[in-house]
C-alpha cells in the first residue's frame, strides 16, 4: 500500500493491491470487503445510529467537513475493472464481483485506489485531533474474513474489525514536521525537501494503527523480548520508575503468555481513554487515592494486556469479546493480588476519619468487579456473555460484562483449583497463538485438563442470564456431624463453595455440585461454630445476606442493625440502615427544610426498599416529610421484566399556611423488548389510589368547596426516547366521588439531517361524569397550568396566580404557554402543540386547540411564540407573541408573561446521565 498524506485538506490518498488466499472449502465467486472509513459519511449509517442510540448529538449535529468518508474511484484485477458497490444498509462494506471464481487453496489479487477524508477524532477518538494530530484505526480497506460464511459487519466504535492476519507492506508520504509511530516495522526513512517517505512492513499483523503527530508524545523503552512503545499519562514519574514498571509489566506479559510474536507493543492514551480503569477515571485528577505508580502500572497493564490478546488471539471480536476481555480482567486481578494484595477500592481515602467507618473502605481493590457485574444484575439489566457486542447496553459493554468474564474465570480457576486454569491459558495461546480460535476451541482445550464438570460455566455462565443464588436452608448438628441442606434458590447448574469455620478461622473448604433445587450433605464437624458459603466472595452471587448459619444458636443467626451515615456498600453481614442529612428546597412555603433520610438503599439495588424523611422546614415553621416503601420483582426472559408495588405518603405545604397530606398505594408493571435491550421501548402500566387530606382556606375558591377527596388512577404509557426519533404517548382514567375522566397525549420529535428539530404534541381529554360545583375548576382540564390534584408535578409555587412562580411551566394537559381567558375545561378539550427550530436552539412554537365548558360552546384557543431550548426537558425559556389576547409583545407587564421550565431536582438531571449508559 503507498498512502499519501495531505493533512491539511484531511485526504488521504490510497493505492492498494490485495492479495488473498482461500482457505475455505468453497468456491468465491463475489467478495466483501470492510471499508470502514466511509461509516462517517451521513447520518444514517450504523455508526451514526449507535452513536445517537447514546443520546451523543456531536455527530448528528457536526458540520460536514468534520465527517469522514471515502470514495473508492476503482478496483482492478489483471487491470480489468471490476464491478463493485457498498451494501445499501451498510455503506461501509463493499461487495465486488470477481472476473473468475477463486477455487480453494487459489488466491486472487486486486488493486484499489481510493482517497479517505480523515474524520474529526471527536466521534470515536480516531481522526484528526483539535491540535491537527491524526491518530488512525481502520483507516484502509481490508479483506473480510470467510470461513464457511462471509463474517463482515459495519463499524460502531465498538473497536472490533474481524480481519485475517496479513502480510502488510506500507509506503507512508507525510509532511516534513511529523513524527510517525506505529507498531509495524520501520524498514527505511527517506527525508525530501518537502516531504518523508517512511516504509513500514509486518508480518501476522491484524492492527496497523497509525499515529502522525507533530511533536511526539511516545516513549520506546526496550525490553528483553520487545519494545513496549507508549504515550499514557505517566502521572509525573521518573524516567527510571517507568522502566522497572514497564520491565515488571513486560516480564508479566511473557510469563503468562509466552513470547511476543512482533518486535513492538503499541499502548497509546487513545486507547486508555477508551478502555479506562474506571473508578479512576470519574474521579477529578486533584484526586488521587492511589500511589502514581501504582495508577501508571495499572493504567499500561490493562492496555499492555488488551492489545497484547488482540494482537496475538484470532477470534471474532463482536461475537466472542467475553474471551478477550475475560483473560484480560483475570490478569489484572492475579497482578493485583500478587504486587498489592492490600490494595483498598477506595485507596488512601479508606484512611480518612469519616470514611474508615464505611463498609466500602473495607473493601479491597479487585472487589470492584464483582460490584460492576452486580449493578446490572440487581436491576434486570446484565446480559448473557456471549451476546454480540453490538447487541449490549452501553454500561454492559464497557464496564460490567467485561467484569463478569473476568470474575468468571476467576470463579472457574478456583472452582478448577491447583493452577489449572491459568496453565491451561498458557498453554492455549502457546498452540493457538496467531491462529484463528473460538470459545468452543477454548472449552474442549480447558475440559482436557482437567477431569472436573465444567459445562456449567459454557452453558449457563456464558450463555446466559441466570444469577447464581445460594443459601443454607437447614442445619441439624450433633457432636461430631454436621448435617445441613444447601438451597438453590436460582434454576442453574453452577457449584458453591462450603467453608465451615472456627470463629474467623477457616477449617475446612468443599465444592457442592449438582445443586437441583436442594441437596443435603453431612459433613464432619470437626469444631466448627459457623457454616458459610462462598466465604471468599470468588463466586459473584446475587445475594450474600444468607450465606451463613451459627452453630451456636438461634440468636446468633440473626443479623445485627449497622446504622450509618451516609449510603454505603451492601455488607451482607448486618442490616444496614443508612442516615442522611437533607437540606432542600421543594416549594416557597415551605422553603428551606432540613432533615434526615432514614433509608435501606445501597448502591447495590435491593428488592425491599423503604426510606423515611422527616423534615423541618424554615419557612414554615413545621415539620414535613415523606415516608415510602416498595418492593419490586424481576422478571427475566419475558417482555414484563419488572413488577413493583408499595405505598407512599407525604406532608408538605400547598399554598401560604395551608398543608396537605397524601397516601397513594400504587401497583406497576414494567415492560421492555426482552430481545433487544438497547431499544429504548418502554411499556409500563400503573394502578394507584391517591388519597388527599388538605387544610381548608374559605378565602381560596380552588379549596373551598372539597378539600379532601381520593382518585382512582390508571394509565398506560409506552415510550421509545431517542435522540433522533422520540414518541412517547399515554391513557389515562381516573374515578372519583364526584367525577371520571379520560384523557391521551401523545408527544413525537423529530431530529432532521439538516439539524432542524420539530415537536408535536396532542393531549385530548373529556370527562365521563363531572358533579363538581360549575364555579370551581379544581378538577377540570387546565389549558397552561393545571391545578395537579394529584400532586404529581414539581411546582415550586403551585397555589400562585402572579410572581415569577406562578410563571413555571409545566407541559401537561393543554400545554400551552400563554394564559388565556378560557384557561380551564369542564367538559372536554383537545389541543395541539408544535414548535420547530429557527436556529440552533431558538424555536418557533405554536398552540392551538378547543375549549368545551357545560353551558357553553367550543371556543378556539391559540398561543404562540419563541422558545429558548437550553436543555430539553430539563431547562426551557418561553417567550410568548401572539395569540388570543393579541399582540403579546407589545402589552404591559410583558415579564410577567415569559414562562420557565426548570427542575431542580438531582434524580431528575441523574437522568441525563442514565440514559446515555442503560
Excluded: C
Excluded at 404534541?761 to 370527562?767: C, D, I, L, S, Y
Excluded at 353551558?855 to 430539563?874: A, E, K, M, Q, W
Amino acid at each position: 500500500m503507498k498512502a499519501d498524506f495531505d493533512i491539511e485538506n484531511k485526504q488521504i490518498k490510497i493505492s492498494q493491491t490485495i492479495r488473498y488466499k482461500n482457505t475455505s472449502k468453497d468456491v468465491l465467486k463475489t467478495i466483501y470487503l470492510n471499508n470502514w472509513a466511509n461509516s462517517f459519511a451521513t447520518k444514517k449509517t450504523p455508526l451514526a445510529i449507535r452513536i445517537a442510540d447514546e443520546f451523543n448529538n456531536n455527530f448528528h449535529l457536526a458540520k460536514n467537513k468534520e465527517r469522514g468518508f471515502s470514495i473508492v474511484t476503482s478496483i482492478k484485477q489483471k487491470d480489468v475493472d471490476l464491478s463493485f458497490q457498498p451494501l445499501q444498509e451498510q455503506i461501509d462494506v463493499l461487495e465486488v464481483e470477481l472476473l473468475n471464481p477463486i477455487k480453494p487453496n487459489e488466491s486472487y489479487t486486486i488493486q484499489l485506489e481510493y482517497i479517505v477524508q480523515v474524520p474529526n477524532s471527536k466521534f470515536t477518538s480516531y481522526g484528526l485531533t483539535d491540535s491537527g494530530d491524526l491518530n488512525l484505526r481502520y483507516w484502509y480497506i481490508t479483506p473480510a474474513i470467510y470461513n464457511s460464511k462471509w463474517q463482515y459487519y459495519s463499524n460502531k466504535d465498538l473497536d472490533d474489525l474481524y480481519i485475517p492476519k496479513s502480510e502488510i507492506n506500507m509506503e507512508v508520504k507525510l509532511p516534513n514536521g511529523y513524527a510517525l509511530t506505529s507498531e509495524l516495522d520501520l524498514s527505511n526513512i527517506t527525508q525530501n525537501k518537502d516531504n518523508q517517505l517512511v516504509k513500514l512492513n509486518g508480518k501476522d499483523r491484524i492492527n496497523t494503527k497509525l499515529f502522525l503527530s507533530k511533536q511526539s508524545t511516545f516513549n520506546t523503552i526496550q525490553g528483553d523480548d520487545f519494545t513496549l512503545v507508549s504515550n499514557i499519562n505517566d502521572e509525573g514519574l521518573e524516567v527510571i520508575d517507568k522502566v522497572l514498571i514497564t520491565e515488571k509489566v513486560s516480564n508479566f506479559l511473557k510469563i503468562n503468555f509466552g513470547q511476543y510474536p512482533h518486535k513492538k507493543l503499541l499502548v497509546t492514551q487513545t486507547d486508555y481513554d477508551k478502555n479506562p480503569i474506571y473508578g479512576l477515571n470519574f474521579l477529578p485528577k486533584f484526586i488521587k487515592p492511589y500511589p502514581n505508580h501504582f495508577q501508571y502500572e495499572l493504567k499500561l497493564l490493562k492496555i499492555a494486556l488488551k492489545n497484547y490478546l488482540e494482537n496475538t488471539l484470532l477470534i471474532n471480536p463482536r461475537t466472542e469479546q467475553w474471551l478477550l476481555d475475560g483473560i484480560q480482567i483475570f490478569y489484572v486481578m492475579n497482578y493485583v493480588d500478587e504486587h498489592y494484595p492490600n490494595m483498598k477500592f477506595l485507596g488512601s481515602i479508606a484512611d480518612f476519619w469519616g470514611v474508615r467507618s464505611f463498609h466500602a473502605a473495607d473493601m479491597l481493590f479487585n472487589d470492584k468487579y464483582v460490584l460492576g457485574h452486580m449493578l446490572m444484575a440487581r436491576t434486570n439489566r446484565d446480559q448473557p456473555l456471549t451476546m454480540p457486542k453490538d447487541s449490549l447496553l452501553k454500561f454492559n459493554y464497557n464496564i460490567a460484562s467485561r467484569y463478569k468474564a473476568g470474575v468468571g474465570l476467576k470463579y472457574l480457576d478456583d472452582f478448577i483449583n491447583s493452577d489449572v486454569l491459568e496453565t491451561s491459558i498458557e498453554d492455549f495461546f502457546y498452540h493457538n497463538k496467531l491462529k484463528p480460535t473460538s470459545t468452543k476451541d477454548f472449552e474442549t482445550f480447558l475440559k482436557s485438563r482437567t477431569d472436573k464438570d465444567i459445562d456449567w460455566f459454557f452453558t449457563d455462565y456464558l450463555n446466559t442470564r441466570k444469577k447464581i443464588d445460594f443459601k443454607i436452608k437447614k442445619v441439624i448438628k450433633t457432636e461430631d456431624s454436621i448435617t445441613l441442606t444447601i438451597k438453590n434458590k436460582r434454576d442453574n447448574s453452577m457449584p458453591v463453595s462450603l467453608y465451615t469455620l472456627n470463629n474467623d478461622s477457616i477449617i475446612s473448604k468443599r465444592w457442592i455440585e449438582n445443586i437441583n433445587k436442594t441437596k443435603t450433605i453431612t459433613i464432619p464437624r470437626d469444631s466448627a461454630n459457623k457454616l458459610v458459603l462462598n466465604y471468599n466472595k470468588i463466586i459473584p452471587e446475587f445475594n450474600l445476606r444468607d450465606n451463613w448459619k451459627s452453630l451456636k444458636g438461634f440468636f446468633f443467626n440473626n443479623k445485627p442493625l449497622q446504622f450509618r451515615v451516609f449510603q454505603d456498600i451492601e455488607d451482607p453481614n448486618y442490616n444496614q440502615v443508612f442516615f442522611m442529612p437533607v437540606l432542600e428546597f421543594n416549594n416557597i412555603y415551605d422553603g428551606i427544610t432540613l432533615g434526615v433520610r432514614t433509608y435501606n438503599k445501597t448502591l447495590l439495588r435491593k428488592r425491599l426498599n423503604y426510606k423515611i424523611e422527616p423534615k423541618y422546614s424554615l419557612k414554615s415553621r413545621s415539620l414535613t416529610g415523606s415516608a415510602v416503601i416498595s418492593m419490586t420483582h424481576y422478571l427475566e426472559n419475558t417482555d414484563l421484566y419488572a413488577i413493583r408495588y408499595g405505598i407512599g405518603a407525604g406532608y408538605s405545604s400547598y399554598a401560604e399556611d395551608l398543608f396537605v397530606r397524601q397516601i397513594s398505594p400504587s401497583l406497576t408493571f414494567l415492560f421492555r423488548e426482552d430481545d433487544d435491550f438497547r431499544s429504548n421501548k418502554r411499556q409500563s402500566i400503573v394502578l394507584r389510589y391517591v388519597d388527599i387530606n388538605r387544610d381548608r382556606d374559605v378565602n381560596n375558591i380552588l379549596t373551598s368547596s372539597e378539600p379532601n377527596y381520593g382518585v382512582l388512577n390508571a394509565r398506560y404509557i409506552h415510550s421509545n426516547d431517542n435522540l433522533i426519533n422520540f414518541n412517547k404517548w399515554y391513557t389515562d382514567f381516573q374515578v372519583a366521588k364526584n367525577f371520571s375522566k379520560v384523557s391521551f397525549n401523545y408527544e413525537y420529535r423529530r431530529l432532521f439531517e439538516s439539524n432542524r428539530q420539530l415537536n408535536l404534541r396532542v393531549f385530548a381529554g373529556a370527562f365521563l361524569k363531572n358533579n363538581n360545583p360549575t364555579d370551581s375548576d379544581y378538577f377540570s382540564f387546565a389549558l397552561d397550568r393545571p391545578t395537579d390534584y394529584l400532586f404529581d408535578y414539581a411546582y415550586l409555587g403551585r397555589s400562585e396566580d402572579s410572581g415569577i412562580f406562578s410563571q413555571q411551566f409545566i407541559e401537561a394537559e393543554g400545554g400551552f404557554k400563554s394564559k388565556l381567558e378560557t384557561p380551564f375545561a369542564n367538559q372536554w378539550m383537545t389541543t395541539l402543540n408544535a414548535s420547530t427550530t429557527l436556529w440552533k436552539y431558538i424555536l418557533a412554537y405554536g398552540d392551538i386547540g378547543l375549549v368545551k365548558n357545560k353551558f357553553d360552546v367550543p371556543h378556539i384557543v391559540y398561543d404562540s411564540g419563541i422558545r429558548i431550548n437550553l436543555v430539553t426537558d430539563y431547562f426551557e425559556v418561553y417567550f410568548p407573541i401572539y395569540s388570543n389576547l393579541g399582540w403579546e409583545i407589545g402589552q404591559q407587564n410583558y415579564d410577567q408573561k415569559i414562562r420557565f421550565k426548570f427542575t431542580v431536582d438531582p434524580q431528575v438531571l441523574l437522568g441525563l446521565f442514565r440514559r446515555r449508559w442503560y
